[in-house]
């Protein structure tokens, strides 16, 4: 078996061994980045030189007995959302094409401390507002199984990396399905950690009550070892919680007990594919068949999820935003061609004539700029946000959506009483075709439909694959678990994958 068919646990065991060095493993991986990310465009930027340097002094500790961990040497991606020092973080906007951070986000950091080889960073939707990776100013990702279809977003670069074999594994972030829906997507395994397990300190923000950083790998075996490496309390990140980190590798091998999981009636109705509903169900008479206990409940405030999700995260990215505005970091309009059409303006109306709502040059550079760097995705929820944020709609929007999202944590409070964990498909279909939902938002927006309610409340989910349609395409399962059990999570979709082969199979690349 070729290294880049390895996962990240037979890599580190193989290192451990002394089969292979890490300098061998990033140049396979190189290799195989160099064939196909042509044909998938899953990485904005690769730093192969950097990563080389990286492995050799790998291999350097490991034959001094010096490993700074036992993943010491094995590559991971990162999606272009983190915070990179003296590297390009980019967020795959043209407002930050070439914002270069001064530091590490935490995460990197501890990858770093951990001897992991950073690979390069990955393709996502412009500041991961959207869930094709087709709103990104920077590149175009498609899906490994199929050219012509979408991996999913945002974290759809991250996604399609792991598919494709191009990386063992990869961090994504995840605000309302952002690593689970292109897991689905893309067949790969993707968990969004409890809000507040992994810091969010140096990631750049999109909606911060809201967003979380996860692991996309092939395994739930390899979603625990990097899980392990990036999750814990972190006092840079005032939302970090000070919760000590499970040993989730140990774990995850654990036999189930008495585990008894919900299906949650309300998604298993209109919207769900027929072919994504058969495949779950068959999921689930494997956790049964594993001595699970199935049991139905229901979610009431289910419905109001992805109205609730895209009001409250719209207007956090309305705040978060406002501060790229030309004047402190990031793109900056071409002040003097926007001084010569004023001028150009003023003269034709005449001498005299001024901007109707008394702009000044400094507001006309601010509104410039935004205009040119901004994608239309992200125009669109600022625009969201700030209406529902604005005077005489605020309680009507923002409020009653916090209102209905307490709703929705209750929901689950009650649930988790009954259940260890809930079971149900992670997106209504399988991967649609791009440019399909482009001009139909809201057709986009359910794609959210599963997964938005588990940001809302603020627990742990996970895809891993469970099947394919006729055509060939991924299809995922989602599991959801009490805030802060990601070892119950992860120790289900360890024992569904020794049953099933779903995550062994790889696309066909050229």
């Given at each position: ?27 396979s ?13 899953a ?14 002094a790998?291999?350097?500790r ?23 020092a ?38 996502l ?16 990702t ?6 012509r ?6 974290s759809?670069?991250s ?7 191009m ?69 840079q ?20 007990e ?16 027929a ?64 001084g ?41 929820r ?16 923002y ?21 260890d ?32 309610t ?32 990601e ?24």
């Amino acid at each position: 078996m070729s290294l880049i068919e390895l996962t990240a646990a037979q890599l580190r065991d193989g290192l451990a061994a002394g089969r292979f060095s890490a300098q061998e493993i990033t140049q396979s991986l190189l290799e195989r980045i160099e064939r196909v990310d042509r044909s998938v465009g899953a990485f904005l930027r690769m730093s192969p030189d950097a990563a080389l340097a990286q492995a050799a002094a790998s291999d350097q500790r490991r034959a001094a007995g010096r490993c700074l961990s036992p993943l010491d040497g094995i590559p991971v991606a990162l999606k272009d959302v983190l915070c990179t020092a003296g590297e390009p973080t980019t967020c795959s906007s043209r407002m930050l094409a070439n914002f270069v951070p001064p530091y590490d986000a935490t995460v990197v950091r501890k990858l770093r401390e951990a001897g992991l080889v950073l690979l390069g960073k990955t393709n996502l939707d412009e500041f991961a507002m959207g869930n094709s990776t087709e709103n990104a100013a920077l590149g175009t990702t498609r899906n490994p199984w199929d050219a012509r279809r979408v991996p999913g977003g945002s974290s759809g670069g991250s996604a399609a990396a792991v598919a494709a074999r191009m990386v063992p594994w990869a961090i994504g972030t995840d605000t309302g399905g952002s690593i689970r829906q292109p897991a689905a997507f893309c067949g790969t395994v993707g968990l969004k950690p409890t809000y507040g397990r992994v810091s969010r300190f140096g990631v750049v923000a999109f909606a911060s009550s809201l967003d979380q950083v996860g692991p996309l790998a092939r395994t739930a075996a390899d979603a625990a070892l990097l899980l392990e490496v990036i999750a814990g309390p972190d006092p840079q990140d005032a939302t970090s919680a000070p919760v000590a980190v499970e040993p989730y590798s140990r774990t995850v091998a654990e036999p189930l007990e008495s585990l008894t999981l919900g299906v949650v009636r309300e998604q298993f109705g209109a919207g769900l594919d027929a072919e994504v509903g058969a495949a779950v169900e068959r999921a689930i008479g494997t956790f049964q068949a594993l001595g699970g206990t199935i049991r139905e409940v229901t979610l009431p405030h289910s419905g109001y999820g992805v109205a609730t999700y895209y009001l409250i995260a719209s207007c956090e990215a309305s705040s978060n935003l406002a501060r790229y505005d030309g004047a402190h970091f990031g793109y900056r309009t071409d002040e003097a061609a926007m001084g010569r059409a004023v001028a150009d303006q003023q003269r034709q109306q005449g001498a005299d004539a001024a901007d109707d709502d008394g702009d000044s040059g400094l507001l006309r550079m601010y509104r410039q700029t935004r205009a040119e760097a901004f994608g239309p995705e992200v125009k669109r929820r600022i625009m969201l946000g700030t209406y529902a944020l604005s005077a005489g709609y605020y309680e009507a929007y923002y409020l009653k959506a916090l209102q209905v999202r307490r709703l929705i944590r209750q929901d689950f409070d009650a649930v988790f009483g009954q259940v260890d964990l809930l079971i149900g498909p992670t997106t209504p279909t399988a991967a649609y075709c791009a440019g399909e939902k482009l001009d139909d938002p809201l057709a986009m927006y359910q794609g959210d439909l599963y997964t938005a309610t588990a940001n809302l409340a603020g627990i742990a989910g996970l895809s891993l694959p469970c099947g394919f349609t006729r055509s060939g395409l991924p299809i995922g399962v989602q599991l959801l678990a009490p805030a802060f059990h990601e070892s119950r999570l992860l120790r289900a979709a360890h024992h569904y994958q020794q049953r099933t082969d779903w995550h062994t199979r790889t696309p066909e690349l050229s």
